[in-house]
């Protein structure tokens, strides 16, 4: 044999007996695991984590292709999750998930033009909801605005259908998240005739004396609250320590957690919040994370979150992903899909309750379906209130819907003003991925 053809076979066998380049789905995670807010994105973080390792385990991934998970700790800091994503652009990140309002508004222009989809589930900019300006930004299956006029609709229900004279609190942390919602409470409070009092709380919000000597002075009929971390728990102490009715002070689902009611003992006793979905371990899909995650030593935390307020949020935000991954690979009849592709997935989900059921999931969400002009969902949620005595959470209402009407007026206004503020020109995109 000549040295040419020599070589010939030697490179078709090396060639043969190379191990094939691994294919992966990438899902990166923007967490936060230290600082004030530690507590609440670390429950939220081990619950997406702990899906996707479930994905792997059981049943090798999504469509027969491994997830690939990487972090980036953002402390909550804008900059550092713009550092964050700037550090994972380039790998093909199938969706972000900021867990921040803050971050989202910076990153919404990035993405787009990065062409990367971003899911803000139940926080960020609502007015990303129409999907003709806001393409690659996703917020199913509600907003803040449909959380304050759920909250409405709820105090509506409680008072015989009529707000009129009432006096209501906003207490808010004083960010981009907690002024969300002003815009929806004050046309609100136009129509029904409450009297709405924002006060602010500067981040972290672990003096809370002022704003709360100023609730006693106002003496308001409910007190509602857009808090995070450590704000929540000591807000509730202290309404606590001035004896405010529990059963009249509401959160937002961002300040309905355990982390929140705890610390206050039995002071919390029939506290109120909304809930986007189920809590509890009672659900098939947990005998699975057992088996296949936590028994197997892959847990990400140290599995005591598990079936708790924001371990559940960030695994029904993680099987949001997952099913919108699904849907791309249906869509592109491909397995190993791009973050355009996986855009496609999200502009097209369907949630039912029977899909809801077959994953293990029966009643926890709302069912919904994702257009082009509502990347938002139904924004239905519940309310829950806290049993200090068994310490758990327990579902007080069926879903509540919020006036849609109202939000998605606000929703245009806001989005059409944005779109004109940056030269974009509204349109549904065509299946971007190929």
């Not at 530690?38 to 059981?58: K, S, V």
């Not at 935000?317 to 919108?324: H, N, R, Y």
């Not at 190993?336 to 969400?365: H, K, Q, S, W, Y």
């Not at 257009?371 to 209130?385: L, P, S, V």
Request: proline share 5%; glycine share 12%.
């Amino acid at each position: 044999m000549n040295m040419t053809r020599m070589a010939a076979v030697l490179a078709v066998t090396m060639t043969a007996a190379a191990p094939a380049v691994a294919q992966s789905l990438h899902f990166p995670m923007l967490n936060y695991r230290t600082g004030p807010f530690g507590p609440n994105g670390m429950a939220f973080a081990d619950g997406y984590q702990d899906y996707l390792t479930l994905i792997n385990e059981r049943d090798g991934g999504i469509g027969g292709v491994p997830i690939r998970m990487t972090e980036c700790e953002t402390a909550y800091n804008t900059e550092r999750g713009v550092e964050c994503y700037q550090g994972i652009r380039g790998d093909s990140p199938l969706v972000i998930q900021p867990l921040s309002t803050g971050i989202t508004y910076q990153l919404i222009p990035r993405t787009m033009e990065d062409q990367v989809p971003m899911h803000t589930m139940g926080y960020g900019r609502t007015s990303a909801v129409n999907g003709e300006v806001f393409n690659w930004t996703f917020n199913y299956p509600g907003t803040y605005w449909d959380g304050a006029s759920v909250i409405i609709n709820y105090l509506l229900e409680e008072n015989d259908g009529s707000l009129e004279g009432k006096k209501i609190v906003l207490l808010y942390h004083n960010s981009a998240y907690g002024r969300e919602p002003i815009p929806t409470l004050t046309r609100l409070a136009e129509h029904h005739g409450y009297e709405l009092i924002t006060i602010g709380v500067d981040s972290p919000g672990q003096e809370q004396g002022n704003q709360w000597l100023q609730i006693r002075r106002e003496r308001p009929d409910y007190v509602t609250m857009w808090g995070w971390g450590v704000m929540n728990a000591v807000a509730i102490q202290e309404a606590a320590n001035i004896r405010f009715p529990m059963e009249n002070f509401i959160g937002v689902w961002w300040s309905g957690s355990e982390q929140d009611v705890r610390p206050a003992g039995a002071g919390a006793h029939g506290y109120k919040s909304l809930a986007m979905h189920g809590t509890g371990r009672d659900y098939p899909i947990y005998d699975d994370i057992q088996e296949y995650v936590i028994d197997r030593g892959l847990a990400a935390g140290t599995g005591d979150e598990v079936g708790t307020v924001l371990y559940s949020r960030g695994m029904y935000a993680s099987m949001l992903a997952v099913e919108a991954a699904k849907k791309a690979q249906e869509i592109h009849g491909v397995e190993e899909i791009t973050p355009a592709m996986m855009r496609d997935g999200m502009a097209n989900l369907v949630i039912t309750e029977e899909l809801m059921e077959e994953l293990g999931l029966p009643g926890f969400g709302p069912a919904f379906e994702v257009t082009c002009q509502n990347h938002g969902g139904t924004g239905e949620a519940m309310i829950q209130q806290w049993d200090a005595e068994s310490g758990t959470w327990s579902l007080i209402t069926d879903w509540i819907a919020p006036n849609r009407d109202l939000i998605m007026e606000m929703v245009m206004e806001d989005s059409l003003a944005y779109a004109a503020e940056n030269n974009i020109e509204p349109q549904c995109l065509e299946r971007s991925g190929g």
